[in-house]
């Protein structure tokens, strides 16, 4: 593991780490089922070897964070399968969900180009957790703003 990712580590370890919909949908479907993820339609771009390095990551951190609206977003992907839908319930139960009002974050400038649930993730996670996501827009966005 590079250094970079050790600092993150250690500044975020106890704080907590908040994944956005891809990964946290990735990690859903690997710890279901390994060999699932590339056969899942909307995981299929992830390789068995993505979920074990997510899977690594995550589990450094004691507190998963999570936002209803990335929630949702998850449930609505898994197309109310009882068996990932059960993973789902294990993972929202040993996260802590914060919730900001729909209406509070459609007022922020984020909304209009990337959505309820990016920004979400953007004002939920802002000065503490560390934000883990693939959206290469959010990622700029989120490193354009320190």
Excluded at 39 to 67: N, P, Q
Excluded at 100 to 121: C, I, N, P
Excluded at 123 to 135: C, G, P, V, W
Aim: charged share 25%; aromatic share 14%; glycine share 4%.
């Amino acid at each position: 593991m590079n250094e970079y990712l050790i600092n993150l580590i250690g500044k975020y370890k106890q704080k907590g780490i908040l994944i956005d919909t891809s990964i946290l949908l990735l990690y859903i479907v690997g710890v279901y089922d390994i060999n699932l993820v590339s056969r899942f339609k909307r995981t299929e771009m992830f390789s068995e070897d993505d979920f074990e390095r997510v899977s690594k990551f995550v589990d450094y951190f004691d507190l998963k964070i999570a936002t209803p609206h990335i929630l949702t977003e998850l449930s609505n992907f898994i197309d109310n399968r009882p068996d990932l839908q059960g993973v789902l319930k294990t993972y929202i139960d040993n996260s802590k969900e914060i919730f900001l009002e729909s209406s509070d974050l459609s007022k922020r400038q984020t909304f209009l180009k990337f959505g309820l649930a990016d920004t979400s993730v953007t004002f939920t996670a802002e000065n503490k957790y560390l934000i883990l996501t693939d959206d290469r827009s959010l990622y700029g966005f989120l490193m354009n703003s320190n």
